[in-house]
């Protein structure tokens, strides 16, 4: 590199960088934070550790800045102003401190020896390029930002597209007085961060000529899943992401495989570019890439690669800013300990009303910028001017937040925002504050500041990106991470195993009760129960009278209830399963019911779905299990098929399930009740229809043996320990995990005869479902046998012979 001052010759000596006013990328590292703060330390870490590309660019230090501060004699006359703030709270009196501070600063003379080593650095800088007057980016880069425990993302002011000597230098200049924002000062004030500590550098970087940019975190910080990568990008320059100006284009890479789990492309209608003469300029984007991806498959795949290396490089969960250039190359311009995640806090949920509902009614859906469940008052704020007026534990509803406003955000028990995506500015300071936040509802549907009121009860599930009316009692559950204590302290005295252990059920007002047992999940939710208690009127009654939309909320409302108790542990709800006699007893049935003199083994199950009949009330099911599981965000929600008869009913059912929008995937599992021979006999077939069986072992021993299962005078001859059962139950396991596919049995069996869960254990089934009173003892007695198990096949000795069994 071709130099030509002191100020910026690369040297390795501690002398040298600690006096230094001026330092390049390729001789800074992260531990000189000291030095030149995080963002200048991070850029310089990535220049000289790892192989990214990276705009080359240097650094003012923090001797620079205490030079400026002591050459000019402004320490005194700023801590004198600084002892006027009595309460940083009051906007107000905050903003006067802080405007004289600023004002001072910025018509301070730069010591001349600074303003050369600036001057000259840019200079080198322009030769090293073969540019005259490179277009840079001066960003602020305060000394005590970017800590793993602590962001100053955004507090600090950042200027685009500068170029000329004596430019660079003003810029300098009023990045060191932008120390002093309200936003930066009130923010230090709340972090504890000491204002003589706090020094400021500036970043200068060359300039990309970003045809698009964005900002890419090493872990999902929407559900802390450190598995994937998080992209989001948007048309021009980054800073209208992070501003939340516009709602960007969202990627999640699985970081293992580096394929794309998931992308969201939104309407990214205004960008902000770069003026040639210097400058930026906010830009309306043509309609027709308006809606286009901005990034290729591939680009994505290659930004993710770039997220690995820096993560493994830096050993951490990273916050790192891209930018595609016109040529379509990309580059990384920032990277930064992410720090929420990180040292991630238990969720609280909180109520500050009486008024309380069992109603789901969802008016606004957005993205889960930081997580919690909050219900209060909603205070909605059009002006920054306004934010004066925000009280304490009020509900923020707005446009988007800026650094200004923190101040009221401090305040906000939730925010919920019309713009922005999963790192503009209101989602990241939320989750440091860890605030639960709702961001870009817009591009979900509705803005919040049209849908909401000053005054209204609104409960905000940020973990799922749901705002609902009222205060949801369900929902709000206070004091959850007592719940989710218990658990684990419930989970310390049961071993893990490898058969899992479930919990059948079919009242959801029972699942609070039951949600602490040490169960794996639900592995049969009765939706009759729902029906029997809740809806009470036949589903085809309710079509024809007008109200098909009481049978899908309130179905949705039951389950969910199960689904958000259990979560993130799976729920496997059961399809509707009553005979046309319990159908009958429901309002207005008998004009919709058969008279069947066995219905046990008529109209019934799967046979139902698909018959024109009843169709229609097949498909508000399906509506009903999609509003949980995307309205509601509650994607543990699992289903399963009872009462199948053919291989040809199977792939019937799951064609009106796809054609409905739900189509099997890894985060959604169809199953299949196994209680019928055929499913024994043509699994092979049966397994390209579903993921797995759940064994109705009632109804399996009652068609296997031949006797009515609810015919008392031949009861001693049904028992699902009968030899022709087991081998039919051995059989199915065989020949699902030959496909890959798994085998439950929810049953009564394993609740009544220990023995029986042996058998199965053994067998290697891989969920027994029990009754709640059972899941403990099961637990236990799963552990033991498969204890028992290992030890006999060590011994070469064994339960029982498996060829008895064996078909």
């Known amino acids: 590199m071709e130099t030509n001052t002191n100020a910026y010759v690369v040297t390795e000596t501690d002398t040298h960088k600690s006096s230094a006013y001026v330092l390049w990328f390729d001789e800074l590292h992260r531990e000189d934070v000291d030095l030149v703060g995080g963002k200048s330390s991070s850029l310089g870490e990535l220049t000289s550790g790892t192989n990214v590309p990276v705009p080359f660019g240097y650094a003012t230090t923090a001797a620079g800045y205490r030079h400026f501060m002591a050459e000019t004699g402004l320490n005194p006359k700023v801590d004198a102003l600084l002892d006027t703030l009595k309460n940083p709270e009051d906007s107000e009196e905050l903003h006067r401190v802080c405007s004289q501070i600023r004002k001072l600063m910025n018509e301070a003379k730069m010591p001349d020896d600074l303003a050369k080593d600036i001057g000259d650095a840019y200079d080198a800088l322009a030769k090293r390029m073969g540019i005259n007057e490179p277009f840079v980016a001066v960003r602020s880069s305060a000394t005590a930002e970017d800590l793993p425990n602590a962001s100053f993302a955004g507090e600090q002011d950042t200027f685009l597209n500068v170029h000329g000597r004596n430019n660079v230098i003003k ?81 999640i890479v699985d970081k293992a495989s580096l394929t794309i789990a998931d992308k969201t492309i939104n309407n990214k209608n205004i960008e902000l570019i770069r003026l040639p003469d210097g400058g930026v300029e906010e830009r309306k984007v043509p309609e027709d890439l308006a809606t286009k991806p901005c990034l290729t498959d591939e680009q994505v795949i290659q930004l993710a690669g770039y997220a690995k290396e820096i993560e493994e490089h830096y050993g951490c969960y990273m916050d790192t800013e891209w930018s595609l250039d016109q040529n379509g190359k990309l580059w990384m311009v920032q990277a930064r300990p992410e720090t929420v995640w990180s040292q991630r806090a238990n969720d609280e949920a909180s109520t500050s009303s009486e008024h309380v509902t069992t109603d789901h009614k969802t008016l606004l859906k957005g993205l889960p910028a930081s997580p919690g469940i909050v219900a209060g008052k909603v205070h909605v704020i059009d002006d920054p001017k ?111 195993t490898a058969t899992r252990v479930m919990m059948n059920l079919g009242d959801p007002d029972l699942v609070e009760k039951y949600s602490s047992l040490p169960a794996d999940g639900i592995g049969l939710m009765r939706e009759e129960f729902l029906w029997t208690t809740f809806i009470h009127q036949h589903p085809l009654y309710l079509i024809e009278t007008g109200h098909p939309e009481r049978v899908v909320n309130e179905l949705a409302n039951g389950i969910s209830k199960v689904a958000r108790a259990m979560a993130p542990r799976p729920v496997v709800l059961r399809f509707s399963d009553f005979k046309s006699g319990e159908y009958r007893n429901l309002k207005g049935g008998e004009k919709y019911e058969p008279v069947e003199p066995a219905d046990l083994l008529g109209w019934r199950g799967a046979s139902r779905y698909y018959n024109p009949k009843y169709i229609n009330a097949f498909k508000l099911e399906l509506e009903a ?31 009106i399930m796809r054609e409905c929008g739900l189509e099997r995937s890894n985060d959604f599992k169809v199953y299949m009740m196994a209680e019928i021979p055929a499913n024994i006999i043509l699994a092979d077939q049966f397994n390209q229809f579903v993921d797995g069986y759940s064994i109705g072992s009632n109804d399996l021993t009652m068609l296997i043996l031949g006797c009515d299962r609810n015919n008392e005078v031949i009861s001693n001859i049904f028992d699902e320990r009968n030899l022709a059962v087991k081998r039919a139950i051995r059989h199915l396991i065989k020949t699902a995990h030959k496909d890959g596919k798994t085998v439950s049995i929810c049953g009564q069996a394993p609740s009544q005869y220990p023995e029986f869960t042996e058998f199965l254990v053994q067998s290697g089934i891989d969920y027994v479902s029990v009754n709640p009173d059972m899941v403990k003892t099961t ?15 060590a011994t070469g000795m064994g339960l029982q012979d498996p060829t008895d069994y064996e078909w």
């Open 386 to 496: 306004d934010i004066n007026q925000f009280k304490e534990g009020e509900i923020l509803v707005t446009l988007m937040t800026s650094p200004d406003w923190v101040p009221a955000m401090k305040k906000a028990a939730a925010i919920v925002t019309n713009n922005g995506g999963m790192t503009c500015h209101a989602a990241i300071v939320s989750r440091e504050m860890q605030i639960p936040c709702i961001v870009g509802t817009t591009s979900r549907g509705a803005a919040a500041t049209k849908t909401l009121t000053t005054g209204q009860e609104i409960t905000v599930d940020a973990k799922n990106g749901i705002v609902y009316d009222g205060i949801v009692e369900d929902v709000v559950k206070p004091k959850a991470e007592t719940h989710e204590a218990n658990v684990a302290a419930v989970a310390e005295y049961f071993p893990p």
């Open 171 to 251: 810029k300098v200049q009023e990045c060191y007085a932008s120390l002093f924002t309200d936003r930066a000062t009130y923010y230090r004030i709340k972090q504890n961060f000491p204002q003589e500590k706090v020094a400021l550098s500036a970043a200068v970087q060359m300039m990309a000529f970003s045809k698009a940019s964005g900002v890419m975190f090493t872990v999902n910080v929407a559900t802390g899943d450190d598995t994937k990568i998080m992209i989001e990008g948007s048309w021009g320059l980054g800073e209208y992401i992070v501003q939340g100006t516009v709602t960007p284009d969202n990627y």
């Open 625 to 655: 299990v999609k509003k949980v599981r995307n309205e509601y965000g509650l994607k543990n929600l699992n289903v399963m098929i009872p009462f199948c008869r053919t291989v040809d009913e199977a792939r019937k059912v799951t064609e």
């Open 779 to 793: 637990k236990l007695n799963v552990a033991h046998y498969e204890q028992r198990i290992m030890l006999d096949k």
